[in-house]
């Protein structure tokens, strides 16, 4: 029983990667690298020889995962202007209107899917 699960732990350990650099043929290293504003290291290989790298496409997915869970939208304070005839009217702020890429004169379209909050969609 002792020799099963001994077996059964060193079958499951994953095997080093003995990676030969695709531009020089020399052997490339792992190495665990720090990627800003991600928790979770991603793995590199890179070849010393040549300075050639890549990464490792599940971990580097992962990393991007936990960048773009903390990143929030933009939110910006607007005042609400009446124009005439109980029309109201707001200004787009600049970051906005450059981030959504749209310019004065253009149609949108709105929608007010409950009483908090109306959508604009760049058409």
Known sequence: MKLEKLGKSLNDQKPKRNLACPKCTAQMKEVKVKIQDANSPVTSYQCDECGYFDFEEKSMKKAIKEIRAKESPLKIK?????????????????????????????????????????????G
Request: proline share 2%.
């Open 78 to 122: 607007q005042r609400i202007i009446k124009l005439s005839h109980n029309r109201l009217g707001m200004y787009l702020n600049r970051d906005v209107a450059r981030s959504l890429d749209i310019k004065g004169g253009e149609e949108v379209y709105v929608s007010v899917p409950d009483k908090k909050r109306f959508v604009v969609e760049v």
